[in-house]
């Protein structure tokens, strides 16, 4: 389909554009002069670690070692806007309700804790240590069974080290975190065929490979400091071929903000050498394709006595390769066509940039986790790699890249629900308990426990989990029926705004701030998307004087609610950060052996990944071939008038934080109410541009499910696709659609139809 009559972005990525994003958010936001000082150290040691995404923090940072979205980030936490007891004295909770994502986070920063008061539908201020005595009361009378301790995935390695100690403390394991809408596929997937749970690409790979294969990852907007790394190997002739049904600006072209003579001259790098623009939840049939070709110029070769797969890898170091090579001759180029919407031909082009690439890279985001059958995908696209041996090589890798700044930290530190992925055994030890082993609850089975009343109180440690998860509206009904809701932020959000019957908003630190103790002032720590472990300092005055840090948080509710244990000091690690780095040290000593001398190591530490190192710690103690179920990852049958609804993030947010309504890089602006279809679908539906339409859940379930008010855009999409914004269009996504393995909502492929709007 062409781009003719659609809406779209014709400058590249980064350039005036990118500076024009930030300015515009400091014409509005402007804080204080220091927050050019703050910017200045983000993301180089001895400075703070951005709290936007989890991109590597390099050894040999620029000048300005920040984007466009680093900087919103930035600037939004160190706005001098108050969100204060004056304020919430005004406005009652139901009020609120009607108020956007955007109007209620720019409000500024919380200020004091607040009770929530069922009477007056409002929040009342009140001390810590009434929040903390009757938080703690109340998480006694609770079976520990029926309480969820979320994360959202920006809390330090030591806080959510203490935060995942304090729930097997208390007595249980239900520690879902934002990694289970994110990346837990990638977590189980990984885990199950390579034996690591992350990727296994280092930055300095990028220097090195032949070619880049990007599925379903947005880097323009979502990691755009990538977008450097990505110019320069293109610069050195590396090819880079992406699969996305949205032709992304940051993937097509752009100009580094940062060279003066690509401002000036306003040359772009182009960045992908082949954009194919793949069906939502076509990747499995797309990556099949690819392997096919390989296959294919791998026998051709073998007649003139050449091999293109890597025999020997393939020999000494995988398993499944038969049943992997039978599957791939059964399956035939038209059922691949159809369920990918890719033409073979594009598809054995873009083999052949694989064919021909002696190191190759595989990176992917949301497009391919987000699908009932994101483990198939992911798996098909180790399958890809492995055929060539492209693990566990220099310049090669399978490369996730991960969501929030310490989502991958999270994980490695023991906020799990998982018990077997957590050295419980050590636990125990080190803090005299017997830790809980029955499995905790995910998001989506934390969702679950609320609609069948299991649940009786959610603790949230960051984030806006009623805004994130599936089935916004039912959620919401449900979540008033629990008993105790707890929230520890550092933004008003709706999370805030619908409780259960006791309630309590906490304001936290943010990681720009100084955070002071009794030894002195605080470092913390966080792991990026490589697996580099970096410090952080905050040092700008607290937006207010009541605010505690997170830990401080944490090791007040704890102390509430547990009984003394002389080997659980709350007082003595929270009046030194450093001693939580010698428990963690302890606990994961291979990972973490010299923490605090280690931590401001430039380009961070990397702790290592044994998949890098060949050694595959496997169910077989090999790389597996896997064969996948089925060849769409969609999950759903293709039906007449249904569409696959694919939830976007703009350029202006960070998650449900809506900073503006400019999706600059989409050419989108001034509303995220928008329905994103191409000129033919549109005909076909008798559609007009700027008409107001409404989508209905099209899934099985048969549950009403409905989105009003929604302005029909001409887009550049694959048709039987459309778009719209996260997380306006949640309601539609129901719980129970989501990767099968690792139960990712499946926000990427979502059944609905079109309707006349309500
Ligand atoms: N500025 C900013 N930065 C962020 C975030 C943010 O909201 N704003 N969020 C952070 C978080 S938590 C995360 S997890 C990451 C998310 O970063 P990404 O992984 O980039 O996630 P999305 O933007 O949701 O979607 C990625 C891409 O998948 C494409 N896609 C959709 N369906 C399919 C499909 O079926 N196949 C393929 N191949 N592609 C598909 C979409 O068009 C989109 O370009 O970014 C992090 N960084
Ligand atoms: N349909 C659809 N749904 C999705 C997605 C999608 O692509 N489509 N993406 C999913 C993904 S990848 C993710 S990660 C989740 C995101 O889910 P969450 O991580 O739960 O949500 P965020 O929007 O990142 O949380 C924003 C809030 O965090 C709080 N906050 C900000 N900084 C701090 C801090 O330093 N400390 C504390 N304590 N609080 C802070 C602020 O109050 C702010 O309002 O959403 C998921 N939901
Ligand atoms: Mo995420």
Not at 125 to 154: H, M, N
């Amino acid at each position: 389909m062409s781009d003719q009559n659609t809406v779209q972005y014709e400058g590249p990525a980064g350039g005036w554009g990118s500076l024009r994003g930030i300015t515009r958010i400091f014409g509005d936001e402007w804080p204080t002069p220091a927050v050019l000082d703050t910017l200045a150290h983000q993301n180089k040691p001895g400075g703070f670690m951005c709290t936007s995404c989890a991109w590597t923090k390099p050894a040999n940072p620029n000048v300005v070692e920040f984007c466009e979205n680093g900087a919103k980030a930035t600037i939004w936490e160190l706005t001098t806007r108050r969100c204060t007891p004056e304020f919430f004295e005004k406005h009652t909770l139901s009020e609120l309700q009607g108020w956007t994502d955007h109007d209620l986070e720019h409000q500024g920063r919380l200020t004091h804790p607040m009770r929530y008061d069922r009477a007056s539908d409002r929040y009342m201020p009140c001390s810590w240590q009434e929040a903390f005595s009757a938080i703690g009361t109340e998480l006694k009378t609770l079976d520990p069974k029926s309480v969820i301790f979320y994360a959202s995935g920006r809390a330090s390695l030591e806080t959510s080290y203490l935060y995942g100690l304090f729930a097997r403390l208390y007595g249980n394991n239900n520690l879902p975190d934002s990694s289970n809408m994110c990346h837990e596929t990638t977590s189980v997937c990984l885990k199950k065929v390579i034996g690591s749970p992350v990727g296994t690409s280092v930055y300095e790979d990028f220097s090195t490979c032949d070619a880049i294969f990007f599925f379903g990852q947005n880097t323009g907007s979502n990691s755009p400091r990538f977008l450097h790394p990505l110019q320069e190997a293109v610069k050195r002739g590396c090819r880079i071929v992406t699969f996305n049904p949205v032709r992304e600006r940051g993937l097509e072209a752009m100009i580094n903000p940062q060279s003066p003579t690509e401002m000036l001259t306003g040359h772009e790098t182009p960045i992908s050498c082949q954009y194919l623009q793949v069906k939502a939840g076509g990747d499995i049939a797309a990556l099949m394709g690819l392997c096919k070709h390989v296959l294919d110029r791998h026998e051709k070769a073998q007649n003139e006595g050449r091999s293109v797969l890597d025999l020997d890898f393939i020999e000494r170091h995988t398993s499944g390769f038969d049943a992997f090579l039978e599957t791939l001759r059964a399956t035939r180029w038209d059922e691949i066509e159809q369920n990918s919407g890719l033409t073979r031909e594009a598809l054995q082009a873009a083999g052949q940039v694989y064919v021909e690439a002696e190191r190759a890279i595989g990176i992917y985001g949301m497009g391919l986790t987000q699908q009932v059958h994101g483990f198939d995908n992911i798996a098909m696209f180790v399958n890809l790699l492995l055929m060539k041996g492209n693990i566990g090589r220099d310049g090669t890798g399978i490369s996730p890249v991960r969501g929030h700044s310490n989502v991958q930290g999270q994980r490695t530190v023991g906020i799990s629900e998982k018990p077997e992925l957590v050295p419980m055994d050590k636990l125990g030890q080190m803090f005299g308990f017997d830790p809980p082993m029955e499995k905790g609850m995910n998001t989506v089975e934390a969702c679950e426990g609320m609609l069948k009343g299991t649940v009786k109180s959610f603790i949230g440690l960051g984030g806006n989990f009623l805004r994130a998860i599936p089935d916004t509206d039912v959620m919401e009904e449900a979540w008033t029926k629990m008993r105790l809701t707890v929230q520890i932020a550092t933004k008003l959000n709706r999370s805030h705004l619908i409780n259960g019957e006791v309630a309590y908003l906490l304001p936290c630190l943010g990681r720009t701030e100084e955070d002071m103790q009794a030894s002195g002032p605080q470092t913390v720590t966080m792991e990026d998307t490589f697996s580099c472990i970096h410090g952080s300092i905050g040092r700008r005055k607290p937006a207010s004087k009541h605010l505690l840090s997170e830990m401080a948080i944490v090791a007040g509710i704890a102390k509430a609610t547990l009984a003394e244990n002389p080997k659980v000091k709350w007082d003595e690690w929270l009046g030194d950060y450093g001693l939580v780095r010698d428990l963690i040290e302890q606990t994961y000593p291979e990972e973490f052996h010299d923490f605090n001398g280690r931590m401001f190591t430039p380009g961070g530490f990397y702790r290592g990944n044994s998949a890098r190192e060949r050694i595959w710690k496997t169910q077989s103690g090999r790389a597996e071939f896997t064969v996948p179920k089925e060849l769409s990852a969609a999950g759903f049958a293709d039906a007449a008038g249904r569409y696959r609804l694919i939830t976007l993030r703009s350029n202006d947010q960070f998650n449900t934080t809506i900073y503006g309504y400019s999706d600059r890089l989409r050419g989108i602006e001034g509303t995220r109410d928008v329905l994103l279809i191409n000129p033919d679908e549109m005909a076909r539906n008798g559609l007009t541009e700027g008409q107001i339409v409404g989508l209905a859940s099209d899934a099985e379930d048969g549950r009403d499910r409905f989105v009003g008010g929604l302005k029909v855009t001409p887009f550049n999409l694959p048709d039987g696709c459309l778009g719209g914004y996260y997380p306006e269009l949640n309601v539609l996504v129901p719980l129970s659609h989501h990767d099968v393995e690792s139960k990712t909502p499946a926000s990427k492929a979502v059944p609905v139809r079109i309707v006349a709007s309500g």
